[in-house]
């Protein structure tokens, strides 16, 4: 089994501020990869920017291994516009609409990954306090450069 997590985050403000991205890979229970990494500052950057990034980076890693993948985040976003049955699950009719947002070459980027791969992959989305490797991986990019947390502002670990 190989299980893919992400996450992705912007401080201090969102859209607008530093976004960074984790990454998680565990192939029968195994970790075979931990991953972060900066996605830029300004108005381009936004945390649906660095959640797409973060689950593409998850999903180039799981890809490199034979089998299913689970790919867990905690971006309603990401999950609802990817997985009709994810979004089922949540109690939504169906995917969710992408729209022009910031994020969207990066859905696209995305898609392109799932092309061809769409019987691999299972989608759930987690809480965040169930997904605290990829929180603290995205966190630490931003903590590393300085940046001070306005939106999510507890003790980094």
Do not use: T
């Not at 108005?43 to 867990?72: D, Q």
């Not at 609409?97 to 019987?119: I, M, R, T």
Request: with cysteine.
């Amino acid at each position: 089994m190989i299980e893919a997590w992400f996450d992705g985050c912007c401080e201090p403000r969102n859209p607008g501020g530093h976004a960074a991205w984790g990454a998680a890979v565990f192939v029968d229970g195994v970790s075979v990869y931990e991953g972060n990494g900066y996605c830029g500052v300004g108005p381009k950057m936004s945390n649906n920017v660095a959640e797409y990034s973060g689950f593409c980076a998850a999903l180039r890693e799981a890809l490199k291994y034979p089998g299913k993948i689970h790919i867990r985040g905690d971006s309603r976003l990401v999950i609802c516009h990817l997985s009709a049955d994810a979004a089922r699950r949540l109690g939504y009719a169906k995917k969710w609409k992408v729209g022009g947002g910031l994020y969207k070459p990066f859905y696209d980027e995305a898609v392109k990954l799932l092309q061809g791969n769409e019987s691999r992959i299972k989608f759930d989305w987690v809480p965040r306090d169930k997904n605290e490797i990829c929180d603290v991986l995205s966190k630490q990019v931003l903590k590393d450069k300085g940046v001070v947390f306005r939106i999510q502002p507890e003790e980094l670990k």
